[in-house]
């Protein structure tokens, strides 16, 4: 029988985590005969749409109770 408690793994200031982050494209993105023949990142959803997908990467920069407040972390990272 599975426990019905969770564990949660804290984060620590100026820890990095990544986060898969999904959004509808635009209309511009799809313009061409087919869309995911020239940009890799489109992928056809739900309803015949397409969605961009990244992973991104984010930076802790305070730690609160319950959760973080981290900012987006642009720049490569080795």
């Given at each position: 029988?599975?426990?019905?408690?969770?564990?949660?793994?804290?984060?620590t200031?100026?820890?990095?985590?990544?986060?898969?982050?999904?959004?509808t494209a635009?209309?511009?993105?799809?313009?061409?005969?087919?869309?995911?023949?020239?940009?890799?990142?489109?992928?056809?959803?739900?309803?015949?749409?397409y969605?961009?997908?990244?992973?991104?990467?984010?930076?802790?920069?305070?730690?609160?109770?319950?959760?973080?407040f981290?900012?987006?972390a642009?720049?490569?990272?080795?």
């Amino acid at each position: 029988m599975a426990s019905a408690s969770v564990r949660y793994r804290l984060l620590t200031v100026t820890q990095v985590f990544s986060v898969l982050f999904t959004e509808t494209a635009g209309a511009n993105a799809v313009n061409g005969l087919n869309p995911t023949d020239y940009n890799t990142n489109l992928s056809r959803v739900k309803y015949n749409e397409y969605a961009h997908t990244q992973v991104r990467r984010f930076i802790v920069v305070k730690q609160k109770r319950e959760f973080c407040f981290a900012v987006y972390a642009k720049a490569h990272l080795v």
